[in-house]
């Protein structure tokens, strides 16, 4: 039974949580110290504001107006607020102040200590010398500023809280979404692993990385049920292809093996050996050079090849076999004169196209060999006007070991356009046979930067 998926955040989440108190306690200290600014700022305005209404009460007034409005405030201002009258010799007259603050509070704004009707208390004051000598205090407490925070505070923790229970249902939410989607390609990789090759991860439309990596998967499960196949396919087909030539070999080999047999008849047979050997021989090279060309492996040997000259050596090389098939050789060169590639792999397939020309065309025709310019790639083109493969077998002809020997006659291994077919794939290209009309045209296509 397969484990289920579990995640586990919890060193993240801790750290993540510390990241946020951190972050909300930093911002709680920087707006409390802005605040504390903010706060001095406006009473020490209210509080010189309030002194400037109650030197002028006292020159309207005179000092008992100005203790009556002094006892009227001390009564019915805010708590934070403080008063108190005080003569040349530090005697309270009015206010709520019981004793004068020391040290004595500039015109300005200056923190002082005093005693009041709750005990002693420290505050922000400013002052005024009357003009009878006695003193005048207008001051403010933090009373103000500590409740300003305290609700500052409050309304912090309120929003940690809901950014803390946010954060985890997101992270719930976002949890047994990533475990749904993980337990998915698990379950895909397990079906692979127990031998389902046809079993694919589900992709949406929404593009997310479980989409981007289960399309990925399925490239390669794509790719290596691909080289599977292919490779079951090279496999039941050397089993059927060698067993002829094995077993002549064999029957070539008893008959040298017969003490009866004259010199001749033996030399032939190891002959036939020979021959049978050879063709083996090169049914396996050709196998092998697919399988590179396919693996990717000859990409090492990819290089800055001429193109040209390349079509140009071959075609004169092949030149000579055409003639002897009773066919005409036309070549035209108007491609990319320098490609990246694999010299040795084009040569070989652009001689296996001739050659299929030269076997299958027939006598007469006449046989083209092509480089083009394409839609971004080069063209190697081998048209030639005879029989051409029919319509319905132009897909198979490229598998390895097909033979259209009703059609096309002879005994070749089959492994010619699955070569050219490799080629054409190590190059980022593709090999296409079309009608000629009449006739194949066979197009070799090949990425100029290079391999794809």
Known sequence: MRPSLRLRPLAFTAFAMTIVVGAVALAFYMVNLEAEHVFLDRERDDALAERQILLDAFIREGPRGLASRMERRSRLAAPEAHYGVFDAAGRRISGDLLTAPTPLPTADWSKVRARGETGLIMFYATSARLPDGSLLIVGRDAAGQRDFEARIAGGLLIALAVVVVASLGVGLLLNALVIRRAEAVAGVAERIAAGDLGARAEVSERGDAFDRIGASLNRMLNRIEELLTGMRTVTDSLAHDLRTPLTRMRSAVDS???????????????????????????????????ARAESGLSREMMQPVQLDEVVLDVASLFAPVLEDAGQHLEVVTQGPPVIEGHEQLLRQAIGNLLFNAARHAGSGATVKLEVLNGAGVAEIVVADNGPGIPEADRGRVKDRFVRLDEARGGSGSGLGLSIVAAAAKLHGGELRLEDNRPGLRAVLTLAPGGSA
């Open 256 to 290: 040298a093996l017969d003490p009866a047999i004259s010199d001749g008849d033996c030399r032939a047979a190891l002959e036939e050996v020979s021959l049978e050997l050879e063709r083996v021989s090169s049914v396996f090279t050709a196998l092998i050079d697919i």
